[in-house]
């Protein structure tokens, strides 16, 4: 079928914010699709709540709702909008889910909105437990069978029709507990009858037990006419067990005959075909590793984040052509943009081995179990590409930034024999780095094998990197140069190994002419010319990059895998850089190894290299390409860590000097620039040990920042109150080594305000002030941000504007800075500056309509802003108010500590735009998933110091007829007070006490302090990890809880307004 | 120990030796597959040439006995970037060296294939040499490379007598040979067919006086122009009026047989991802591809036959439904092995052909 002519304008759904499990991917798919669209002459109403996105641009999409992803939201944007279509796969789960209910409701057919992309019907038959399960019976393919039990006698019936093992999984338990593998009815009869007492609704999950198997996936595209292809097929390392998202996976699949294979395809393809998806979908099996026997586990009918991965591990525009499916076209009518001589309806074959990683926040979460399951950790990841396994792994693994570069990590070496025979059986983020240690150590492939359960291929591949470090420590010579190269050893790794400097091993390397090339992704392994700039090292004959260009080379680098404290909002930022500095006429080249972004797609740049952000690949790719200069500033701490390696390179970095960045980052040299341009700070020290900062602490009076110089997203930072707490902190932050020292501040508790900045070396603009919900002390990522700034007056304003401008010209700032400011008793005190772009950027620039990213670009040129058409200074203030909202990913990360503090654990934000404030911020509540009220009972434990604050709080939702329970001493002096509160017991207490509330669905919301510390076992943390897995919001700053209430007081009263961004 | 391959323009890649080691000359061809590389080396089709695998890593998961297209491989050289020295698979019996070494296969790795895959692609398929050991004579590599002639190929992979397939069943298929793929025999035999298989010399009297009920004409290697002998024959099958299914060899012998011409392809079409689009539904499958040569659309009579298929990358004939008698050809596999199962559907159109149905 030909372009369907009746669709004209489409709704566009996203997935709203950044969290575990749903990551860039859907920006990177609905940024490519509403492109897409675009092209075809779609008027595109785009809806997603999550202002750091590049899809939520007026350049991406026509109409832009930044508006909580809600059915009510949509429903307006349609009454608003009239559009003819809804497009629903783009937007994960939550936006297939959004579009059912919409058409369920009639809403969508009494509108005369079609589904495009896919149909309600597929979204039921692919999520529908029993439907798919039908569905699957009626194509004849196997599903891992599961069923709800309330009986052990249920549990051994259905076991028995289905073969044993059995998983045991109770429903409502913590983490899991209480379930197990059940190998015969004695022991599912044990375990059952455990599970069933300690689920509160005496219900488990009796499911068929296929771990161990083989995970395989498969990429498929269908059109209307029935035409299939397999854009890629995946083999994960890690068996069936480890949730795909966390597993380590490689592209194609190297385990598999072409009988297995072509079974698979084939039942990926009768399951597109019953379901009869438009588009593109994702199914994931489970393979019997010794016989042809598997099991479907999932289908996606959808693009997911494996598509995303498969789109960069072949080429292949998957988010494109399923929205020109959706439009109606048939893959034969699509043309390969990568070839522009074949067509879409093709299967790309590709002559590389591609590996992910996945980036977990196990760095972050200190105390969170690293153990790995069925629930994803991961909040990013990374892809490396090679012409062998070893390379593509060795690539991956360096581009995490976790102060990996190769097999070897020191502690694992470290661990004694029985450490690593225990570590073996352990599935955790660390295993193959003990698979690594073990082979060192001598044990066999088929024993690991045996204890893993990871492929034979896998753990011989690991095995070929660890006799190449041997080969390396016991005959260095050129061809063990040549190999270790080859396998994807750093000259850093390699140099190590003998003991020798890494300019060293670099010179002897290019002696004997070992210097990498340059390949190309083309989709089709070179059976085509193609002329996709897309490219990977590796070390091999032939380079295949010309460097010849009429234009001044800008390299542009990438932000890496998301992290907390560094997300989407980095991509969004250099992507928007790449774009200005097309416009002003360069050559652009993005380096970046992140498979979810839109900043790897390959039509973003003039170059794109998939490499990692080490100084020794980007110094390949800058001999290579010689640039003209370099972007650092706007690809968060991976391209500021980049910026002294480049210099040395003698690349210029465009904009703000290295030295200046550095001036910005070292403690004393800062303080130097505050003390002349007059600029007040908490006073601090710089120290190296404990026993310094334990010394600076008491000189400067508790309670004490303690932090390390030089992070991202306030790692390791703490707020102390005691000589003990410092010696808990710094054992921490030393985990790590620390190649710079320890800063203790001051801690001021004021109100805090930030302002992202742009300066041509003349004069500044701001955009406008920002101010935190939260008092200072929690991290800024992690706050509710206010657009305009609501309590700052105008002679505060006033000095936030001086203080930027003096810092940024005593700085030489050209282009960003991000300052953090505390105001205090009418002072306003500096906390830091970050000489880059920020995570607010995204958000101010679509709420002021400002393109701050252009500018900035401009400006890195020597472009005047005045000339750019704006004006210096403070920029008027917008009429919306504009409220972004932190989202948290706790639910996922078992054992990690919730309460808010400096270090930031927000893992995506959400915005609520409105003209009043109390609208703002409860669309910004509603859209970051709380939805109150349902029972209206809430639970108050807060520390006694907050006893007095917490009343107000109390006897506000007091009054919109909240009951509140509360621990007997809190009880009491609400009830002193006249609120009337219940007394509940305390954990030790015995029940029913605050956990049996909570594990009952009882309670709306918890309002819970923590006593200071990192107390971990005490019972906030027992209250607030319960809380987070049985999903009843847990707030634990007061300011937050303020914030709900006058939102909530507000909430029957107003009527929520949907905003066109595009249109203010 | 270093291996060289040589082509006839002169360019030399070095790796290192695997399988059998001995000078040979060959047609060097690439093969896009990522995954199928047992049946593609035990693919008669591929006899006499040396085939460049685009997939970096080969060998992965050994060779399985049951995999095999025929008893063994009829490939000269196979030219791997990486021998994989581990192979993971529970059905495998074999690793790939040593299968290679069995049977007299040269064996190189090491080879940046994709450069030598974009230079086959810019400068179409050739002739090249391996070697072992010292680096070779040049001037005298080319000379041997530049009085190669083929073999003739068919004569040698087509097995040399009549045998029986699926004894007993219901629909009697004669297979003629000329290098087929045991998955084609098969196919038929799992569609109940008792499955007669004559060698590529079968007098066409002989095998209609077997009265099949149709008849099957196999893939097959090398230039069909180089096997008139059987073009004859395929006339006379022609005539008989007997249903009739050629795949690839068999579909360009029928377009000779027919009057039309064949040309080679610059450098062929070897993998299992491409599209052909059949022109009567419009739907468009992904189908296993082995061929250099094809047949020229402009000299296809359209008195005689209609293009039924086309190859969606670059319009070439994929498949010819001729108009005189039940006869309809492909140039790809429907066989599959290695590669997608989605035209097997062709085999039961063969049986409905059979049974009077239109096809």
Redesign the interface.
């Known amino acids: 079928m030909p372009r369907d002519l009746s669709i004209k304008k489409v709704i566009v759904l996203g997935s709203g914010p950044i969290i575990i499990g749903q990551a860039a991917e859907f920006d990177y798919a609905g940024t490519q699709a509403c492109r897409a669209l675009h092209e075809e002459g779609v008027e595109v109403v785009l809806i997603n709540s999550n202002p750091a996105t590049i899809m939520t641009d007026k350049m991406i999409a026509d109409r832009v709702y930044i508006e909580p992803l809600t059915t009510d939201t949509v429903k307006k944007v349609i009454l608003q909008e009239n559009p003819d279509s809804i497009l629903p796969t783009l937007g994960g789960q939550n936006a297939l889910n959004l579009a059912v209910e919409l058409e369920e409701s009639g809403f969508l057919d009494e509108h005369n909105v079609r589904m495009i992309g896919t149909t309600a019907e597929t979204i039921r038959m692919a999520e529908d437990r029993q439907d798919f399960k039908d569905a699957l019976e009626r194509i004849g393919l196997p599903c891992a069978t599961s069923t709800v039990v309330n009986s052990v006698r249920a549990a051994v019936e259905f076991a028995e029709s289905i073969g044993y093992p059995v998983v045991v999984r109770p429903a409502f338990t913590l983490g899991g507990t209480g379930g197990g593998i059940a190998y015969d009815q004695t022991e599912l009869q044990e375990i059952c009858s455990h599970g069933l007492h300690v689920s509160r609704v005496g219900e488990a999950l009796i499911e068929r037990y296929i771990g161990g198997w083989k995970e395989i996936e498969y990429e498929v595209m269908r059109d209307a ?6 854009v890629c097929n995946m083999e994960n390392l890690d068996p069936v067990g480890v949730h795909t998202g966390d597993s380590i996976v490689v592209a ?8 297995e ?2 079974m698979l ?2 039942a990926a ?1 009768a399951i597109i075909d019953e379901l009869e998806i438009t588009g593109g979908c994702n199914v994931q099996f489970a393979l019997h ?3 042809f026997e598997y099991a479907v586990i999932e289908v996606n009918p959808r693009v997911s984040r494996s598509s995303a991965l498969a789109s960069k591990a072949t080429g292949y525009p998957i988010a494109k052509v399923a929205a020109k499916i959706a439009l109606g076209y ?3 009518e699509i043309l390969n943009a990568i070839t522009r ?3 879409a ?9 591609v590996v992910k990683f996945p980036r977990w926040p196990f760095d972050k979460f200190v105390y969170a179990t690293r153990k790995l399951g069925t629930q994803m950790k991961a909040t990013g990841e990374v892809m490396g590409i090679g ?3 070893e390379s593509a792994l060795m690539k991956s693994i360096r581009s995490l930034e976790q102060n990996m570069t190769s097999m070897r990590i020191p502690e694992i070496m470290a661990y004694s024999d029985e450490q690593i025979a225990e570590f073996l059986k352990r599935v955790d983020d660390r295993r193959i780095f003990v698979i690594a240690e073990a082979l060192r150590r001598g044990y066999s ?1 088929d024993k690991i094998n045996e204890i893993t359960q990871i ?3 896998f753990i ?1 591949k690991i095995k ?1 990197i660890v006799e190449t470090e041997q080969l390396i420590l016991n005959n260095f010579n050129t061809e063990a140069l040549r190999r270790a190269k080859l396998l994807g050893f750093t000259d850093g790794d390699i140099a190590k190994l003998v003991g020798k400097g890494e300019e060293e091993i670099r010179s002897l390397r290019i002696e004997n002419g070992i210097i990498p090339g340059f ?1 190309m992704v083309d989709t ?6 193609a002329e996709t700039p897309y490219y990977y090292s590796c070390y ?3 380079n ?1 990059v010309d460097p010849a260009s009429d234009k001044k080379k800008v390299l542009v680098i990438g932000s890496g895998p998301i992290r907390i404290g560094q997300g989407i909002e980095f991509d969004y930022c250099s992507v928007h850089c790449v774009w200005a500095l097309r416009d002003a006429g360069y050559e652009t080249i993005i380096v970046n190894n992140n498979p979810e972004t839109v900043s790897t797609d390959f039509d973003i740049s003039d170059k794109l290299y998939f490499e990692p952000l080490t100084p020794e690949d980007v110094r390949n790719i800058v001999e290579l390409e010689k640039p003209y200069g370099a972007v650092v500033q706007f690809g968060g701490q991976t391209a500021i860590k980049l910026c002294k390696a480049l210099h040395e390179m003698g690349v210029p970095i465009l904009g703000t000097s290295a030295e200046n960045m550095d001036k910005a980052e070292d403690r004393e040299l800062f303080d130097q620039i505050l003390n002349q341009c007059a600029i007040p700070r908490a006073e601090g020290q710089t120290v190296y040990t404990c026993d310094e900062a334990i010394k600076a602490a008491n000189e400067i009076g508790y309670p004490v920042l303690v932090r390390p110089s030089y992070v991202l997203g306030g790692q390791g930072m703490h707020i102390a109150f005691s000589d003990a707490e410092i010696d808990e902190y710094i054992g921490i932050i030393n985990r790590i080594q620390q190649d710079h020292p320890i800063l203790v501040d001051k801690y001021i508790m004021g109100q805090e305000v930030e302002v992202d900045a742009i300066c041509d070396g003349t004069d500044i603009l701001i955009p406008g002030i920002m101010e935190h919900i939260e008092r200072a002390g929690v991290h800024s990522g992690d706050s509710i941000s206010v657009y305009p700034a609501q309590t700052v007056n105008k002679a505060i304003q006033k000095k936030i504007v001086a203080h930027t401008r003096n810092l940024c010209l005593a700085l030489d700032i050209k282009g960003m800075i991000n300052i953090q400011f505390i105001v205090k008793d009418d002072e306003v005190y500096i906390i830091e500056a970050n000489p880059r772009s920020s995570r607010t950027v995204p958000y101010i620039s679509k709420i002021t309509g400002i393109p701050i990213v252009d500018l900035a670009t401009r400006c890195l040129f020597g472009e005047k802003i005045t000339d750019l058409g704006y004006e210096y200074g403070l920029q008027p203030e917008k009429e919306t108010i504009a409220i972004k909202m932190p989202v948290f990913s706790f639910e996922k990360l078992y054992g990690a500590e919730i309460s808010l503090g400096p270090e930031m654990k927000s893992t995506g934000e959400v915005l609520g735009i409105a003209y009043s404030f109390e609208e703002a911020l409860i669309k910004a509540f509603i859209g970051s998933g709380v939805r109150l009220p349902n029972t209206k009972k809430i639970a108050i434990t807060v520390k006694d110091s907050d006893k007095s604050e917490v009343l107000n709080i109390a006897e506000r939702f007091s009054k919109l007829g909240y009951t509140i329970y509360s621990t007997k001493g809190t009880a009491d002096l609400l009830e002193s007070k006249g609120v009337p509160a219940i007394s509940v017991l305390k954990i030790e207490e015995g029940s029913p006490n605050l956990i049996d509330l909570i594990l009952g669905a009882q309670l709306d919301l918890i309002i819970n302090t923590p006593t200071k510390g990192f107390a971990h076992n005490r019972d906030g943390f027992l209250i607030r990890r319960n809380a987070v897995e049985c999903s009843v919001p847990c707030l634990t700053s007061l300011d937050t809880a303020t914030a709900l209430i006058s939102s909530l007081e507000k909430a029957e009263a107003t009527t929520l307004s949907v905003i066109d961004i595009a249109r203010i | 120990m270093n291996a060289y391959l040589i082509l006839e323009d002169g360019k030399v890649y070095k790796g290192t030796a695997f399988g059998t080691e001995k000078e040979i000359l060959c047609e060097v061809v ?1 093969n ?5 590389y ?2 593609l080396l035990t693919d008669p089709s591929y006899a006499a040439q040396g085939v460049v695998m ?4 080969i060998g ?2 050994g060779l ?1 006995d049951e ?1 095999r297209e025929s008893e063994r491989p009829w490939l000269s050289a196979y030219i791997v ?2 021998l ?3 192979d ?4 495998r019996d074999i690793d790939l060296d040593s299968f290679l070494k069995q049977y007299g296969v040269v064996g190189i790795q090491g080879i ?4 030598l ?2 230079h086959l ?2 400068k179409g398929t050739m002739y090249g040499m391996i070697t072992q050991g010292a680096e070779p004579n040049l001037a005298s590599a080319l000379e041997k490379i530049s009085s190669y002639a083929e073999p003739p190929v068919v004569s040698i992979v087509s097995r040399n007598s009549k045998y029986v397939l699926g004894k007993g069943n219901n629909t009697k298929i004669a297979l003629m040979d000329f290098g087929a793929k045991e998955n084609i025999a098969r196919s038929l035999v799992k569609r109940d067919c008792e499955v007669t298989v004559y060698p590529y010399n079968a007098k066409a009297e002989d095998i209609i006086a077997d009265k099949p009920d149709g008849i099957m004409l196999s893939n097959g290697p090398g230039d069909p122009k180089a096997c008139l002998a059987i073009v004859e024959e395929i006339k006379k099958l022609i005539a008989s009026g007997i249903p009739i299914f050629g795949i690839c060899l068999g579909h360009q012998l029928v377009a000779l047989a027919s009057g039309f011409d064949t040309y080679k392809l610059k450098y062929g079409h070897r ?5 052909v ?1 059949d022109l009567k539904n ?5 189908t296993s591809q082995n061929h250099g040569y094809v047949v020229d659309e402009k000299t296809v009579s359209p008195e005689l036959a209609e293009v039924s298929h086309i190859n ?2 670059d319009g070439s004939v994929e498949g010819l439904r001729y108009k005189t008698g039940k006869l309809f050809t492909v140039q790809f596999h429907p066989e ?7 035209t097997g559907y062709l085999f039961d159109e063969f049986m409905s052909m059979i049974e009077g149905g239109n096809a």
């Open positions: 006419n029935g035409c299939c292809i397999s194609p699949t190297q385990t598999l005959a072409d009988k294979h072509q395809r084939s393809f590793p010794t016989s048939n893959l034969d001589k074949t067509y309806c093709f299967e790309p074959s590709i002559d590389y081995c012409i062998n396994f492939i492929d034979i291929w011989d070929s390949k089709c392994a070179a059976e085509f010319a091999e004959s032939e295949e | 690439f896009t597959s990522m995954i199928g047992p049946e685009t997939y970096p890593i992965s998961y399985c995999d970037r990486e994989n020295r581990i993971s698979n529970f059905r940046d294939t994709r450069a895959t974009r692609r810019e993998g299992a991802n491409h599209p689009k419009g739907k468009v499958k992904i969606v990358n599959a092995a290695p590669g997608p199962l989605c």
